[in-house]
């Protein structure tokens, strides 16, 4: 499988519609109210069709935090609520809830820059999602 880079990313796994993966990218690169933006890099390569949140794990074991993938369920949702996964390697006696949520791109930066500047923790967006998991904003 093609290399991830050691920087935040937002992978593209499902290819099913290029314009919904066009304004997704648009969306997340799209500065907020207060001129914050995500750092990731989008990645559109076919080789990752169907890549989950495991392999993803598997090939970023080292560089963020958090890392992002764009899959069937982001791309086909009116809000394309983007899955967020921690990636960086836990302790074994690591107890904590790092399972993955999802979040709309308008709050996508908060995730990334909280998360991998270590000024917020995971347990801080998974209790603020909403009944269907999606963190919308605080």
Not at 19 to 35: I, M, N
Request: cysteine-free; overall charge negative; hydrophobic content about 45%.
């Amino acid at each position: 499988m093609t290399a991830l880079p050691s920087i935040p990313v937002l992978v593209r796994t499902w290819f099913g519609d290029n314009a919904a993966w066009a304004a997704l990218v648009e969306e997340v690169r799209t500065p907020s109210e207060d001129d914050f933006l995500a750092n990731v890099t989008p990645v559109d390569d076919p080789a990752f069709e169907g890549l989950d949140a495991e392999a993803l794990k598997e090939l970023q074991t080292d560089g963020p935090i958090v890392s992002f993938l764009a899959d069937e369920v982001t791309l086909t949702s009116a809000d394309h609520p983007v899955l967020a996964v921690r990636v960086l390697p836990t302790a074994d006696s690591d107890t904590r809830d790092l399972r993955p949520f999802r979040v709309v791109p308008a709050e996508l930066w908060s995730v990334e820059n909280n998360i991998n500047l270590a000024n917020m923790d995971w347990a801080d967006f998974r209790s603020s999602t909403g009944e269907d998991g999606v963190h919308r904003g605080f």
